[in-house]
């Protein structure tokens, strides 16, 4: 403990911080992502049309059954390889992300379409509203109101995955903790430090989504 001496991060503070909203903005775009996919991959795993169903489900087993790291390296590395174009490290790791995402939120969302009351579906279509009227204007806003929760869950698991995109050298909060420790050859204070930015973002949103949570319950 003697040997400890962060004043050494001291004068890198600022890519701490750099990095920290980067890894914020990476999260933020690819939970936007995630949430457009999901929202199609969800409906499609209830749609009566078999090949829908099917291929959204194969979707969703693929994304939740393979490592986000492996994703990652096969999205960045791999694609170049196949397509012969190739991205830079943001794009490549919020499109990443955001396919990652989506399979995970997919569930959420059917999870939030199944947790409507059946007799909405079918007040609605006796009102004379079709089927994708009745998702778009009755089913689906009570649906998102459900999963907030869980959406706000699968942000602060993302903003923490976020960190492996260092490994295909995108400069996030991570990635500036080991800049730090390749120049100062001191490990420990620099991780110590990203792990405590890490630490108070996702704490800070977690007391945000708590906000979130109490007046979604007063409004019920």
Known sequence: MKNLDFTIVLPYITLFIRGSLIA?????????????IGTF????????????????????????GTPLLVQILIFYFGLP???????SEFPAAVIA???????????????GILAVDK???????SLGM????????????????????????EFITLLKNSSLATTIGF????????????????PFEPYI??????LIMTLSFTQLLGVVERRLARSD
């Open 130 to 153: 079709s089927y994708a009227q009745a998702m778009r204007y009755i089913i689906l806003p009570q649906a998102f109101k459900k999963i907030i929760p869980p959406l706000g869950n």
């Open 119 to 125: 007799g909405q579906m079918e007040a609605a279509r």
């Open 81 to 87: 390889q196949l397509t012969g174009y190739s991205l």
């Open 41 to 64: 991959v969800g409906m499609g795993k209830m749609s009566r049309i078999f090949i829908i169903r099917a291929l959204c489900t194969v979707y969703v087993e693929v994304i939740r």
């Open 24 to 36: 914020i903005e990476i999260t933020a775009l690819a939970v936007m992502m995630g949430v457009v």
């Open 97 to 111: 992300l955001g396919i990652n995402s989506g399979g995970y939120v997919a569930e959420i969302v059917r999870g």
């Open 171 to 186: 400069p996030e909060l991570t990635r500036a903790a080991q800049v730090v420790a390749g120049n100062t050859y001191r």
């Open 193 to 198: 430090t990203a792990a405590l930015f890490y």
